[in-house]
């Protein structure tokens, strides 16, 4: 089904990289301004599908204010990149890049589960990617949400400056997930939107006990 590949989660690192002839790379930090779950997804899926028209490195990241399985709202973080040698960030890179999203969080960000980490393939075969979904209190508001992806962003952009990742340039900027920003998006949202009604109307039918029908 679609939406369960948008949302698998992926990888990518900066700290700990070979430093042996490293080339110059830049990381692009990314804020979608949009807290709308659908078209946040879809941006997710067109950076996974685009990957041609990224940076070496990039971080994306994304809140949503629409309460999902009914208890909580959610902030995800997408990285994307690899090492000063272009080759596909290790296992343990990856984890440092997790561990560096967990670090900048607040010390009284809201959790209501465990973070989500997964690691998976870019669509081009060409390295992986790494994506982090954080549940947060369905009573948290948008002006933390806000203040919350500020922070991971900051963290990256420092750890750059300060020489860690080996980044030679570091930037954040902040995006409106919309086809003038990203041409085709509209297309990626029909379809997550269509997903979403479909898993609804699975659930309905389970909660009303109906079997699912065989097509």
């Not at 080996?166 to 997550?192: A, C, K, M, N, T």
């Amino acid at each position: 089904m679609f939406l369960s590949r948008t949302l698998q989660f992926c990888k990518t690192g900066f700290r700990g990289l070979s430093t042996s002839h490293p080339k110059s790379i830049s990381l692009q930090v990314l804020v979608s301004q949009s807290n709308d779950l659908v078209a946040n997804v879809a941006l997710e899926e067109w950076m996974k599908r685009c990957s041609t028209h990224r940076t070496n490195n990039l971080l994306l990241l994304l809140s949503s204010n629409t309460i999902v399985h009914n208890n909580y709202k959610s902030i995800h973080a997408f990285f994307s990149g690899e090492d000063e040698r272009g080759k596909t960030l290790s296992t343990d890179q990856l984890a440092q890049q997790a561990n560096l999203v967990f670090s900048a969080l607040p010390k009284d960000t809201a959790l209501v589960e465990l973070p989500m980490v997964r690691v998976a393939a870019e669509e081009n075969g060409k390295g992986n990617n790494l994506l982090i979904s954080l549940p947060l209190d369905s009573h948290v508001d948008d002006d933390v949400l806000k203040t919350t992806l500020q922070c991971i962003a900051n963290s990256f952009v420092q750890k750059c400056r300060g020489g860690d990742g080996g980044y030679s340039l570091s930037r954040i900027s902040l995006v409106r997930p919309d086809g003038g920003w990203f041409p085709g998006i509209q297309e990626i949202q029909r379809d997550v939107q269509l997903s979403l009604k479909e898993i609804e109307a699975i659930k309905l039918d389970k909660a009303h006990g109906k079997p699912k029908t065989k097509g």
